[in-house]
């Protein structure tokens, strides 16, 4: 049939043959929102005329961007989201339960296969568990709220072929920057990304998730980590599934192959995600503040990798180092496994499960002419809430390394 | 619809973090989104732009969040349409879902001030200081549809839910 994933999710979906290009009118299997894009979506949807959700079991809120509310603006929003849940008996994850995509992971709301709708752009992110996710805005997420559909233009699809494995102290995010770097931030604007290879067939569900909410940063739609080698922890999973895979034949705008054996860590230079090179550019570069969270780094295998880059010492004198754990499970596995520990004492200071500074409303916003380093996604100017701040995204260990020594560091060198 | 207005030219990749910084996204009080717009882009925006004035991007406009904010706040300043060479995909479709007209021309030389008209029906933007005449890319029937309707609020209030189209 020489389908693409997406084409073969849709096909399942909307019971007729869609093909790249035409537009599909899908039903959903979930959607959600948060504290950023709710508000406006709760408005349009009854301005929409609509009462009740389509399918409240399928729908979630999640308090998440700016959580606990810093000022009674937020906290009124945070509100207007609670009244609205507890009317509509759907889920809302309240202050610390975590960042909405890890929640909805982890919480198994997603699963393969799936066509989910997020009102936000890193929804991306259930890529890893092989569903169709899509980032959308609050009045396209009202209309699924209202409708359970949504209407999409069917992607066409860039296939990334990573043989080989990461070298030792390179991680999925060095691999996932170095492909944002060569696709450019618009190279997938309106397409799907199937990762494929061996590079990703050996991925935790963490790296891979890493990998898939890096694409939002290339324009993407939407995109699919093999599910070959994909471990799900959840009972459901262990029935058993069948991933989605492409036909052999299926037709692609582009294939990039990459041999990942040779990989460096990667850095995103200021003031853009694809403004990527090789670390060693930028080795000596002075930091002021390290952040290590956000749907994109920010889970338990990021936080070890963490702890064990600064096995114990304490982090450089006039630096700061913040630590938002993506969800308030990470934070528990972290206490019970001494890792928190183990990075509260080398100097870092952990704060409540959630967005944290990722986007700039509370909790560590930098100073004028301050440089941070972090390992999310975005380094926009004025991203983390000071335009005249600059802002280089790395992995958790290059994060944690250049804690240590108050300067762009690679943790191999240490 | 048809539209004037002096352009506002900005390059290639603008985010909306640049449209609208995050730390104002946080409201429901729309109007206070026009008083942060593009400001950390080009903080002399507001003295310069009348209602009615066209912004003009390169490639990739509005690439970044999903906040739907951005398009707001464009729409609630007072722009009448917004042009780029291509849109990034959420943006794109907020922007037509909240009622804001977006045009995409591939192929356009407009400079910072030129006088624009802009007919969204027949997908063309003259350039009256240039004398040249650009067209636009055809959009999906059903994103003109929603365009039509004044965005996808007024859409759904009408039809209840999607009306099927193909193209
Ligand atoms: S962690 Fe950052 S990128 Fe992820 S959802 Fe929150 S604000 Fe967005």
Not at chain 2, 107 to 113: K, R
Not at chain 2, 122 to 144: C, F, H, S, W
Request: include cysteine; proline fraction near 5%; aromatic fraction near 6%.
């Amino acid at each position: 049939m020489n389908l693409t994933v997406a084409e073969k999710i849709l096909y399942a979906h909307v019971g007729k043959l869609t093909r790249a290009g035409d537009i599909a009118i899908t039903p959903v299997d979930g959607a959600m929102a948060t504290d950023t894009t709710a508000p406006m979506a709760i408005k349009a949807f009854g301005e929409m005329g609509g009462t009740r959700l389509w399918d409240a079991e399928r729908f979630h809120l999640v308090l998440d961007h700016a959580a606990p509310a810093p000022n009674e603006r937020v906290a009124n929003l945070h509100k207007l989201m609670r009244d609205f849940a507890r009317e509509q008996g759907c889920a809302l994850y309240e202050i610390g339960q975590g960042i909405c995509h890890q929640i909805m992971v982890e919480q198994g709301h997603v699963r393969p296969g799936h066509v989910f709708i997020g009102a936000d752009s890193h929804t991306s992110t259930y890529g890893a568990l092989n569903a169709m996710a899509c980032g959308v805005g609050s009045t396209d997420l009202a209309a699924v709220m209202l409708t359970g559909k949504i209407w999409l233009k069917v992607p066409h699809t860039i296939r990334i072929d990573c043989r080989g494995q990461l070298p030792d102290g390179v991680s999925p995010k060095d691999l996932v920057l170095y492909l944002t770097g060569q696709l450019g931030i618009s190279g997938a604007t309106y397409m799907a990304v199937e990762f494929d290879g061996e590079a990703f067939e050996s991925m935790t569900l963490a790296g891979r998730m890493a990998v898939a909410n890096l694409l939002a940063e290339m324009g993407a739609k939407t995109g699919f980590v093999t599910p070959v080698g994909l471990h799900i922890p959840h009972a459901w999973a262990a029935a058993g599934w069948e991933g989605t895979f492409a036909d052999p034949d299926a037709n692609y705008v582009k294939t990039l192959t990459v041999d990942v054996s040779k990989l460096r860590p990667q850095v995103a230079a200021p003031e853009s995600p694809d403004n990527v090179v090789d670390i060693d550019r930028h080795l000596g570069t002075k930091i002021d503040y390290a952040f290590i969270g956000t749907c994109g780094n920010g889970r338990l295998e990021d936080l070890r990798a963490a702890a064990a880059v600064l096995n114990g010492q304490h982090i450089a004198p006039g630096v700061r180092f913040v630590i938002a754990p993506a969800s308030k499970q990470t934070l528990l596995d972290a206490i019970q496994d001494g890792t928190a520990y183990a990075l509260i004492q080398a100097g870092a200071t952990i704060i409540n499960p959630g967005c944290g500074p990722c986007v700039g409303t509370h909790e560590g916003v930098p100073a004028d002419g301050e440089v941070v380093i972090s390992s999310a996604n975005r380094n926009f100017r004025g991203r983390m809430g000071n335009p005249r701040s600059q802002i280089f995204l790395a992995s958790p260990a290059t994060v944690a390394a250049s804690a240590l020594t108050g300067e762009i560091t690679h943790a191999g060198n240490l | 619809m048809k539209c004037s207005g002096n352009a506002h030219v900005y390059g290639d990749n603008i985010d909306t973090d640049r449209i609208i910084p995050g730390k104002y996204t946080k409201t429901l009080d729309l109007q206070s989104l026009a008083d942060h717009v593009l400001e950390d882009l080009d903080p002399d925006f507001r003295t310069r732009f009348t209602v009615g004035d066209v912004l003009v991007g390169g490639d990739n406009f509005g690439c970044g969040s999903s906040r739907e904010q951005a398009p707001v706040a464009l729409k609630v300043v007072g722009i009448s349409v917004v042009i780029a060479r291509y849109f990034a995909r959420i943006f794109f479709r907020n922007a037509i879902n909240i009622g804001l007209p977006v045009l995409e021309v591939p192929d356009h030389d407009i400079q910072p001030s030129d006088v624009l008209t802009v007919d969204m029906a027949r997908g063309e933007v003259l350039n009256q200081t240039q004398q040249k005449t650009y067209r636009a890319t055809q959009m999906p029937d059903i994103m003109l549809a929603i365009l039509a309707e004044g965005g996808l609020v007024p859409y759904l209030k009408k039809h209840g839910d999607y009306r099927a189209t193909l193209r």
